[in-house]
């Protein structure tokens, strides 16, 4: 019991450090992935437009399992981190869009 409590306490703080909401032991359940808006239910421009106005977007990019967090540009990454553009499935075609991503050989120490 006691290790399933300092566990409990060691996922909470990891949460509590990384901005996740934890609400009724559902932090991973498909319902949250269902949230996520998918990128196939946008035109390009629309997914572009979106992600413009918000600064960054956590979205699906293939089904409910596989997601990116897609950014207007380099401001919303770490300090370590460079953007690089990867296309996306979008409604009317392919779109090419930013994520964050940290060089080979760099530590975010």
Do not use: W, Y
Request: net charge positive; proline share 3%; glycine share 4%.
């Amino acid at each position: 019991m006691k290790h399933s409590i300092t566990t409990m306490k060691s996922t909470l703080l990891t949460a509590a450090f990384f901005g996740l909401t934890v609400t009724s032991g559902a932090m991973f359940s498909s319902e949250t992935a269902e949230a996520r808006p998918n990128t196939s239910d946008f035109t390009c421009s629309a997914l572009r437009s979106t992600i413009n106005q918000r600064g960054a977007v956590v979205f699906n990019t293939r089904n409910n399992r596989v997601f990116r967090r897609l950014v207007r540009n380099r401001s919303q990454c770490a300090l370590v981190e460079n953007t690089r553009n990867i296309s996306v499935p979008t409604r009317d075609g392919r779109c090419r869009v930013r994520i964050c991503h940290q060089p080979l050989g760099r530590s975010s120490r």
